[in-house]
């Protein structure tokens, strides 16, 4: 049971949905787990602002973005726009983000919030592992893909988590997660990537981290991942390679230092 006293939100990053987006009863369900649902229209040229306005949900909040950021800077957007004009309290708000196609089910939606007010970690991050009883339906190229991106980045000695590219991720709201949301993203699909790498420049430790299992996902017709350039997404990877490369040795050093003294 949520406490009065603690606010959720949900970020839905929405570029050209208007034939993806969830219907308006699926968003009433997260709506009933006491979620505030904030929309990011990222300078969509389709019907989605007339698509959003017709769900006319009772928590319903809409941020319209006149030029197109990116699902990673729509997100953040979302984030400092919450934090700005929302009544934010510190430590007792959650602000999470899902993809706007019902991918991820209402249920587990409501899971993550539970499990990021209930422990003591900073984030929650879904992972769509394929476990005995659940029902996750993804494309085998795709997980091939994904495993081997992160098996190559994983070689820097970074820690990095099984599944960071799952779109749905709760965060508990803190001045860190803010102070790492100052600057744009440079990545456009690897920015949890990035923002774990902000956290650990910033403050010389990693983001407090857990990953929970999906009971279900189902993949969706439309995905943009394979849309964009290999070349771009090719130099990303070797950029963030290096970055985590550059972290991972500053840990081993003052690991190295701590147990000389």
């Given amino acids: ?6 606010k959720r939100f949900l970020i839905v990053p929405c570029f050209n949905e208007a034939n993806r987006l969830a219907p308006a009863e699926y968003w009433q369900q997260i709506e009933d787990y006491c ?18 306005h017709s769900m006319n949900l009772k928590s319903q909040r809409t941020i319209t973005i006149e030029n197109n950021l990116g699902k990673a800077n729509a997100i ?15 430590n007792e708000s959650y602000i999470g983000f899902v993809d ?11 899971r993550m919030f539970d499990l990021a007010e209930e ?11 394929k476990l005995s009883g659940r029902n996750i339906n993804r494309k085998r190229i795709r997980h091939i893909v994904g495993r081997g991106i992160m098996a190559f980045l994983s070689c820097s ?4 988590p099984y599944d960071s590219q799952a779109g749905l991720k709760v965060f508990r709201c803190t001045p860190k997660l803010m102070k790492c949301l100052e600057d744009q993203f440079e990545t456009r699909w690897f920015f949890e ?8 420049r910033n403050f010389r430790g990693f983001l407090d981290v857990w990953e929970e299992p999906l009971l279900f996902w189902n993949e969706t017709k439309g995905s943009k991942l394979f849309t964009m ?20 040795r500053w840990k081993t050093k003052k690991e190295s230092n701590v147990s000389l003294t």
């Fill in 1 to 6: 049971m949520t406490d009065s006293s603690t």
């Fill in 35 to 52: 979620v505030i649902l904030v929309f990011v229209n990222d300078a969509s040229t389709d019907s989605t602002a007339a698509t959003i």
């Fill in 100 to 110: 706007a196609d019902m991918a991820f089910s209402a249920q587990d939606i409501k």
């Fill in 229 to 248: 350039s290999s070349v771009s997404i090719l130099f990303q990877l070797v950029s963030l390679f290096f970055q985590f490369f550059r972290v991972a």
């Fill in 157 to 160: 000695g970074f820690v990095i």
């Fill in 193 to 200: 990537l990035e923002l774990l790498l902000r956290f650990t």
């Fill in 119 to 129: 422990g003591q970690h900073e984030a929650v991050f879904a992972s769509r592992v």
């Fill in 76 to 90: 953040r957007e979302g984030f400092l726009r919450i934090v700005r004009s929302m009544d934010i309290e510190y």
